[in-house]
């Protein structure tokens, strides 16, 4: 019984956190939707083989991320020799119909995606989940000054290849 009641907590986290995970994903993917659905499964599925010692974690929200932080970029340090990535993204029509900020997206989607994995992964952490220079530091195993230079670095690079014209892109 007991069992089946963690399986059931699991389920019911799972459920709940699924969606932010994605998001999180596709940001630290570029857009690579396809990716970021691997790394939220691959993610789900360590999760779950730990979900028993997950009592003794006060934030399994936070920690659901670091490891999708982690299992990311892991990803990227292994990436097979064949597979080429390409700054060229698909024609995908607005699933609201609207087209409201679809050109923002990709415009930022593209830019994130020039970024070195690693940097991308401090403007994901630093900037959409908001977390700080420390808990960033912890999650990629790197000091706290690692992340401040790589924040400055990535957030310089972004200045460049968005440049001063973005307000076009956010303009109904």
């Given at each position: 019984?007991?069992?089946?009641?963690?399986?059931?907590?699991?389920?019911?986290?799972?459920?709940?956190?699924?969606?932010?995970?994605?998001?999180?994903?596709?940001?630290?993917?570029?857009?690579?939707?396809?990716?970021?659905?691997?790394?939220?499964?691959?993610?789900?599925?360590?999760?779950?083989?730990?979900?028993?010692?997950?009592?003794?974690?006060?934030?399994?929200?936070?920690?659901?991320?670091?490891?999708?932080?982690?299992?990311?970029?892991?990803?990227?340090?292994?990436?097979?020799?064949?597979?080429?990535?390409?700054?060229?993204?698909?024609?995908?029509?607005?699933?609201?119909?609207?087209?409201?900020?679809?050109?923002?997206?990709?415009?930022?989607?593209?830019?994130?995606?020039?970024?070195?994995?690693?940097?991308?992964?401090?403007v994901?952490?630093?900037?959409?989940?908001?977390?700080s220079?420390?808990?960033?530091?912890d999650?990629?195993?790197?000091?706290?000054?690692?992340?401040?230079?790589?924040?400055?670095?990535?957030?310089?690079?972004?200045?460049?290849?968005?440049?001063?014209?973005?307000?076009?892109?956010?303009?109904?």
């Open positions: 019984m007991r069992r089946q009641g963690r399986a059931d907590e699991y389920a019911e986290f799972a459920a709940a956190r699924a969606g932010h995970l994605y998001r999180s994903a596709c940001l630290l993917t570029a857009g690579d939707t396809h990716l970021a659905e691997d790394l939220v499964q691959e993610t789900l599925g360590k999760l779950y083989v730990g979900w028993g010692r997950m009592s003794r974690i006060g934030n399994p929200a936070g920690y659901a991320q670091t490891v999708l932080t982690r299992t990311f970029l892991a990803h990227q340090r292994r990436r097979s020799s064949t597979e080429r990535a390409t700054d060229v993204l698909p024609d995908r029509p607005d699933p609201g119909g609207s087209g409201g900020d679809t050109p923002l997206r990709l415009t930022l989607l593209q830019a994130l995606s020039r970024l070195p994995a690693k940097d991308r992964a401090v994901v952490l630093r900037y959409w989940e908001d977390r220079v420390e808990e960033t530091a999650v990629m195993h790197v000091s706290s000054a690692a992340v401040r230079t790589r924040c400055v670095r990535a957030l310089g690079r972004l200045r460049e290849l968005l440049g001063e014209n973005l307000d076009e892109y956010a303009r109904p």
